[in-house]
């Protein structure tokens, strides 16, 4: 289940104009379309490349944090915040430096953790209880990550478009996440609450 949080409609031109209009029919929209699936396909690549001969958890989700800020356009942070007993803890992160501890239920990443589901959020502003983290953020998306069916943490992308995030961005980033946790082994202190 996704959860998109609506806002005052920003007009359709102001998302990214690298990903604007994914979903068109036109020329120019199948063009955009297709860019931004070469994008997902060759940062699918990239990971699949670095997490070959690597299982060491924070190695990985370090280089997927990186990985992704710097090939994704129109991010400001891009990160992870894991979870510690009934907290989220901060990860890697590219990015200007976060909260460090956002508890379950709390802002854009404790509402998708609690839910164990995707967050879209086009309008940051119009998210009640967002936690701002960096002024320059306007859009946010933040995903779930599972070890084996078991909850690890959240994935957070923030941008400083509106409406930067689509479903097809959750869905590939998704399956980054997936591969990313394939490939990964979490130590098992990761799940305990702190001491
Ligand atoms: N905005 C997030 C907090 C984390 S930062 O964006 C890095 C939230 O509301 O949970």
Known sequence: ??????????????????FDGAHGASGADAGAAAAKAAIYD?????????????????ANI?????LLFSGLP?????????LRGTDLVLGPFQGKPACACI??????CGTAALQRAAVLVPNVHAFPGHIVCDEASRSEMVLPMFKDATFIGVF???SPVLSRFDDIDRARI?????????GTVVPQFRLAPPD
């Open 1 to 18: 289940m996704n959860r998109h949080v609506s806002d005052a409609a920003p007009p359709a031109n102001s998302a990214s104009q690298s």
């Open 42 to 58: 060759r940062l699918a690549h990239s990971l699949r490349e670095l997490i070959a001969d690597q299982t060491d958890f924070l």
């Open 62 to 66: 370090s280089n997927f944090a990186a």
């Open 74 to 82: 129109d991010l400001n942070w891009a990160g992870f915040y894991l």
């Open 103 to 108: 508890p379950l239920g709390d802002g854009v």
């Open 156 to 158: 957070d992308l923030d």
């Open 174 to 182: 998704e399956q980054l996440l997936q591969l990313l946790m394939t």
